[in-house]
T-cell receptor, first 110, second 116 residues
Framework: LAKTTQPISMDSYEGQEVNITCSHN???????ITWYQQFPSQGPRFIIQ???TKVTNEVASLFIPADRKSSTLSLPRVSLSDTAVYYC???????????FGAGTILRVKS | GAVVSQHPSRVICKSGTSVKIECRSL??????MFWYRQFPKQSLMLMAT?????????EQGVEKDKFLINHASLTLSTLTVTSAHPEDSSFYIC????????????FGSGTQLSVL
């Protein structure tokens, strides 16, 4: 299982763009990169998933360089409600168990 | 999107009693489900993998006789914390991957267990 490394915490202000980078140096060829968001006392919620280059959905963008050894989750114009813990995970297909790293605590201030 | 339902959301019990937590996949079948435990201000820790029709696979250090897992159907997995003690108090979360795609989990809303 590829190990991931993220910053422990980040602070931002409302309306700013937030970029959280995750390192996964030993990512395997068939691994995908997935980001989850977790609020206190709730289960994690899927945000976005990608394999290479750039993926964008209605809530975030995911940038993956050619070597795939890192990825960056981009949250445009954050609000107070984006304060949460963000986890980056890498795993392949087929029922592989997902092991969570420490995650990044994002605090959005007004 | 896929929905995973977990029940109950909160339970308080006396030391020595057993508590059952249910995890259901509402709109897809799950041959595999995962159970996590999370202590305050910590990350999720994988406890075990629940396999439909066969025995669960436990992570190192997790007592299989204490945390009984049953995956009786393609939509239901249960975790029973037997003879619960205060140190078992934690947030328990189940998850399931919809089949047919890259590993992407959908999580239940979690169960906060408090053992008095």
């Amino acid at each position: 299982l590829a190990k991931t490394t993220q910053p422990i915490s980040m602070d931002s202000y409302e309306g700013q763009e937030v970029n959280i980078t995750c390192s996964h140096n030993n990512i395997a060829t068939n691994d995908y990169i997935t980001w989850y968001q977790q609020f206190p006392s709730q289960g994690p919620r899927f945000i976005i998933q990608g394999y290479k280059t750039k993926v964008t959905n209605e809530v975030a963008s995911l940038f993956i360089p050619a070597d795939r050894k890192s990825s960056t989750l981009s949250l445009p114009r954050v609000s107070l409600s984006d304060t949460a813990v963000y986890y980056c995970l890498v795993a392949g297909r087929g029922g592989n168990k997902l092991v969570f790293g420490a995650g990044t605590i994002l605090r959005v201030k007004s | 999107g896929a929905v995973v339902s977990q029940h109950p959301s909160r339970v308080i019990c006396k030391s020595g009693t057993s508590v059952k937590i249910e995890c259901r996949s509402l709109d897809f079948q799950a041959t595999t489900m995962f159970w996590y435990r999370q202590f305050p201000k910590q990350s999720l820790m994988l406890m075990a993998t629940s396999n439909e029709g066969s025995k669960a696979t436990y992570e190192q250090g997790v007592e299989k006789d204490k945390f009984l897992i049953n995956h009786a159907s393609l939509t239901l997995s249960t975790l029973t914390v037997t003879s619960a003690h205060p140190e078992d108090s934690s947030f328990y979360i189940c998850s399931a991957p919809p089949q047919g795609g890259p590993e992407k989990l959908f999580f239940g809303s979690g169960t906060q267990l408090s053992v008095l």
